[in-house]
Every structure is written in C-alpha cells, then in structure tokens.
C-alpha cells in the first residue's frame, strides 16, 4: 500500500523558517517526480514546487522563488520542502504528491506573530 505522509507544519513567527517532509511508504521516492502544493483557508490550490526525477530539476511558483527550497534524501525516501523568510500568506495546508499519482493529507503550516 503506497502512503505518503507530510510532516513538519507547525505554526511559525513572520520571517521564520520551517522544513517539511513527505515520507513516502510503498514505493521508492527516488523514482517519481514529488511536488508540494498548498491549500489556503478559502482559496484555491497553488503548486509551490516540484523536483523531477530523472534530472532532479527543481520548479518554485513564483511567490516562494529564492525563498523556499526543495531537495531529496533518497536514504531516507523523503523530500523536503525548506521554507524561509516566512509570511503569513505562506499559511496553508501543504500537500506533497509522486507524479500527481499518490498524495499525502497534509500538513498545516501557520504563519503569524
């Protein structure tokens, strides 16, 4: 059975930074292309970034450009999403998928003094 599970969401002062996790069980990360999305309270879903798997090329939407990175640890099957220099229009619930297949539930990222 294919899971992916998102962690790190927590809720974080303006400029601070937060890394995520998308774990993934069932198939090996280092296979499939992972995005990160988010969801924030009463708008629409937003592509954040993206890591292809044959190259490792790496895609940012533009309002996280030079502010968040995303990078693989295929020891761990993992990828991360590190975020800096956080703003509250950051706040969202972030959702990491392999190749738009399989997707995790979720991690709630508050951004807020």
């Known amino acids: 059975q294919v899971q992916l599970v998102e962690s790190g969401g927590d809720l974080v002062s303006p400029g601070g930074s937060l890394t995520l996790s998308c774990t993934a069980s069932?198939?090996?990360?280092?296979?499939?292309?992972v995005g990160w999305c988010r969801r924030a309270p009463g708008k629409e879903s937003e592509g954040v970034s993206y890591?292809?798997?044959?190259?490792?090329?790496?895609y940012y939407g533009n309002s996280v450009k030079e502010r968040f990175s995303i990078f693989r640890d295929n020891a761990k099957n993992r990828v991360y999403l590190q975020m800096n220099n956080l703003k509250p229009e950051d706040t969202a619930v972030y959702y990491c998928?392999?190749?738009?297949?399989?997707w995790g539930k979720g991690t709630l990222v508050t951004v807020s003094a």
């Open positions: 069932g198939l090996t990360l280092e296979y499939y292309a």
């Open positions: 890591i292809s798997n044959r190259d490792n090329r790496k």
């Open positions: 998928n392999a190749a738009i297949r399989y």
